[in-house]
């Protein structure tokens, strides 16, 4: 009987993990594609930059301020999609050398610690948020507050996407790797 009852358990957590994964997932393709289509904006103004320049004569000026804004976001969003899918640079060789309850610390060291980076980055993000509401970007008019928000949408997400890895490496003993 319980080994019925603990088979029962185990697939509603698979099933519920199932669920969260694919929530992840979609918000780690979301900031993808929201990427993607800041970075085809991006190469349109600058053709619009080039166009204004040389066929105008008249630079659109403009274009510089809002290409460090769009490249902010770009990267941040993809920052976070790459803590998703696992697909950031790392030196893995040296835990992986180390005997399996070690090397299980180690996984649990380095979410950690990529858990309190984004948790850093967040708050730090937030309060320039918060110091920079009055000041305007030259050319645009926007707030810096719109330099410094994905800092803090990048932090969150991070910090998203390290937990449920961390949840999940300890309710499974293992995580997807993508």
């Keep these: 009987m319980s ?16 669920s969260l994964n694919r929530i992840l997932d979609g918000v780690a393709s979301l900031c993808i594609l929201v990427a993607g289509i800041l970075l085809v904006t991006l190469i349109l103004i600058f053709g619009w930059l080039v166009f204004g320049r040389y066929v105008l004569n008249n630079t659109p000026t403009w274009v ?3 290409s ?12 976070a999609a790459g803590v998703r899918h ?6 893995d060789f040296i835990r992986e050398s180390f ?12 979410d950690l610690f990529i858990l309190s980076f984004g948790g850093f980055m967040a708050f730090q993000g937030w309060t320039l948020v918060m110091t920079n509401l009055e000041r305007a970007i030259p050319m645009i008019g926007l707030s810096e507050s719109w330099r410094a928000a994905p800092l803090v949408i990048c932090g969150v997400l991070i910090m998203l996407f390290a937990a449920a890895d961390i949840a999940q490496r300890l309710l499974t003993r293992k995580v997807k790797r993508v």
Excluded: F, W
Excluded at 86 to 91: A, C, E, G, T, V
Excluded at 99 to 110: D, F
């Design 3 to 18: 080994i019925e009852l603990e088979s029962q358990v185990d697939k509603e957590d698979a099933e519920e993990s199932g």
């Design 64 to 66: 510089e301020q809002a």
């Design 68 to 79: 460090l804004v769009l490249v902010v976001y770009i990267t941040c969003l993809g920052a």
């Design 86 to 91: 696992h697909s950031h640079l790392n030196i």
């Design 99 to 110: 005997a399996g309850p070690l090397r299980g610390v180690m996984h649990h060291l380095s």
